[in-house]
């Protein structure tokens, strides 16, 4: 699985961050995405595709 985003997309809500802390972050500054792992293993699959459907700015796109 590969994780791709959009900054210039992001709105800061952090909705990302609660579903998969361990794959995304927020800078501290202006709350825009961190991506911390652009390919996170199957088994945060779950997660990972979760916070794409609760990013309200559609910012995050999960690749097979």
């Known amino acids: 699985m590969k994780v791709v985003i ?13 579903a998969a802390a361990e794959v995304f972050d927020q800078r501290d ?9 652009a390919a996170p293993p199957e088994s945060r699959r779950a997660p990972v595709e979760d916070a794409a459907v609760r990013c309200p700015a559609l910012a995050i796109e999960v690749l097979p």
């Open 6 to 18: 959009d900054e210039d997309k992001c709105v800061g809500a952090g909705q990302c961050v609660m």
């Open 29 to 37: 500054e202006d709350g825009i995405v961190v991506l911390l792992d």
